[in-house]
């Protein structure tokens, strides 16, 4: 409901959806909002994920990086990377991005308002709301790019024991 709110609210072309504990890197947002400058059918960019678990951030910035000392949080990291920078690069590269994370995308307004926003009662609402606008899109053969840009860094804490990772996902 809050991410709706701020759609319906924002008065730019565009819109960052972000999770409360993610943190961007200065440049992020600038980065992210290039392929819209460059491809006018772009719709949404997700940036890529990273781990603050292990990492020292001071003023709101990452000012160190490290692995988590935690054993769950060191297998996520490898499962971001395999599924926010791998997988993403992917399906990128032949516009079938079925996921812009919660936790960073950047999308045009124009297009979520149309496609409905996010649905509150959905489980996992940014994929939902991905796929959604792939349909949209589609159904009215309306040119359209879902775009996945590795160099937008945000940073977001992961679980640290079996009964968050649950609740999380």
């Known amino acids: ?95 079938a991005v079925v996921i812009i994370s919660g936790a960073f995308g950047l999308f045009r307004r124009e297009a979520l308002i149309p496609a409905g926003g996010y649905d509150p009662s959905a489980i996992g609402e940014d994929m939902d709301l991905t796929i959604r606008l792939q349909r949209y899109f589609r159904d009215r053969r309306q040119p359209f790019r879902i775009a996945f840009d590795p160099n937008p860094l945000g940073w977001t804490q992961a679980p640290e024991d079996l009964p968050s990772l649950r609740s999380q996902r």
């Open 1 to 95: 409901d809050a991410a709706n709110a701020g759609i319906n609210a924002a008065s730019g072309v565009a819109v960052l959806i972000m999770d409360a504990d993610t943190v961007i890197e200065p440049d992020a947002l600038t980065r992210a909002a290039l392929p819209f400058l460059e491809d006018p059918a772009i719709i949404a960019v997700g940036g890529n994920i990273a781990l603050t678990n292990g990492c020292r951030i001071q003023g709101g910035r990452i000012t160190g990086i490290a692995l988590p000392r935690n054993w769950l949080a060191r297998f996520q990291v490898v499962e971001y990377m395999r599924s926010f920078l791998l997988f993403r690069l992917a399906c990128a590269s032949i516009n």
